[in-house]
């Protein structure tokens, strides 16, 4: 092999082993979950073995009401949980753009519950929501309230779980915002002031401009991983009581690994997929039409 050979090849030689690795974690489960989508595949029934039936998996998923009512209430958990996310992290962001008594020491506080894993957190507000000893059942007790056992009332359940994720992934927001905000250029805020522009002014016409872009970003990122959470609903209610926390990602877990429906579950997943591209598709949108109005 001569030395033009050697220079075009040496490249794709280079990058072959992380790019067998990626066919292997991501493009192979990816085709092979879609094959098993359009099977009928039940670990329980292993005498009916595997059989084709093209779309059957999916159309069994939109005709049932349980699919409807679990996709419903992804929907209003993502909606709720991201939208007060993106508000309380902003906010917080602009309280922390500026020097006050005490920020050395919030600035770390806040930021403990976004490193702390999923499981953990769930466990935590399990046990401080639990009926009997919980900390939060007995805020309630004091206050006089009917409800005690939060994780265990229908009415109070999913609210409960959107409190714990805004409180895990509000800090996620605060960070971008804070890291875009002290990158912000001073210039259109000296020609603001110089202007006489007002507080709210400077905000709405200076800062909230500049500021699309990574906000976009954590909405997008956010929206996605919260369209998918498991581990916290997982472990504070399993789904429960009833369905009244049955999210998406819980229905593919019970699929799957409950009632071993291989077929189903795999349907379950590739719909899930499908709507998170295209909510991605729609953020993405948005971005390049704001960096457009940017360049101009």
């Known amino acids: 092999m001569d030395a033009v050979t050697e220079e075009r090849y040496l490249p794709w030689g280079l990058l072959a082993p992380a790019l067998i690795i990626i066919l292997l974690i991501g493009v192979f489960p990816l085709?092979?979950?879609?094959?098993?989508?359009?099977?009928?595949?039940?670990?329980?029934?292993?005498?009916?073995?595997?059989?084709?039936?093209?779309?059957?998996?999916?159309?069994?998923?939109?005709t049932s009401s349980l699919f409807w009512e679990a996709f419903l209430r992804t929907f209003v958990f993502t909606i709720v949980a991201v939208g007060l996310e993106m508000c309380l992290g902003f906010g917080l962001a602009l309280l922390f753009n500026r020097d006050f008594k005490g920020k050395s020491i919030v600035f770390p506080i806040i930021l403990i519950p976004m490193i702390t894993t999923p499981i953990v957190v769930g466990l935590i507000w399990r046990y401080m929501f639990n009926g009997e000893f919980g900390f939060v059942s007995w805020i309630l007790q004091v206050v006089g309230t009917d409800v005690h056992a939060v994780l265990s009332n229908p009415a109070t359940a999913l609210p409960a779980v959107i409190f714990v994720d805004v409180w895990h992934w509000t800090p996620f927001v605060f960070l971008l915002?804070?890291?875009?905000?002290?990158?912000?250029?001073?210039?259109?805020?000296?020609?603001?002031?110089?202007?006489?522009?007002?507080?709210?002014?400077?905000?709405?016409?200076?800062?909230?401009?500049?500021?699309?872009?990574?906000?976009?970003?954590?909405?997008?990122?956010?929206?996605?991983?919260?369209?998918?959470?498991?581990?916290?609903?997982?472990?504070?209610?399993?789904?429960?009581?009833?369905?009244?926390?049955?999210?998406?990602?819980?229905?593919?877990?019970?699929?799957?690994?409950?009632?071993?429906?291989?077929?189903?579950?795999?349907?379950?997943?590739?719909?899930?997929?499908?709507?998170?591209?295209?909510?991605?598709?729609?953020?993405?949108?948005?971005?390049?039409?704001?960096?457009?109005?940017?360049q101009q």
């Open 177 to 294: 915002s804070l890291a875009r905000l002290g990158a912000l250029p001073r210039s259109p805020y000296e020609a603001a002031e110089i202007d006489g522009a007002s507080t709210w002014q400077i905000f709405k016409w200076v800062t909230f401009p500049m500021m699309k872009s990574v906000l976009l970003v954590a909405l997008l990122l956010r929206t996605m991983d919260a369209f998918k959470i498991f581990d916290e609903i997982f472990i504070m209610t399993q789904g429960g009581p009833g369905d009244a926390t049955e999210v998406l990602s819980l229905e593919i877990y019970r699929q799957t690994f409950r009632y071993f429906n291989m077929g189903k579950g795999s349907a379950l997943a590739i719909v899930m997929l499908i709507v998170i591209i295209i909510i991605s598709r729609i953020y993405l949108k948005i971005f390049q039409k704001e960096e457009a109005v940017v």
């Open 31 to 62: 085709f092979y979950n879609l094959f098993l989508s359009m099977h009928f595949w039940n670990l329980t029934r292993p005498e009916l073995g595997m059989r084709f039936i093209w779309f059957k998996n999916y159309t069994s998923l939109f």
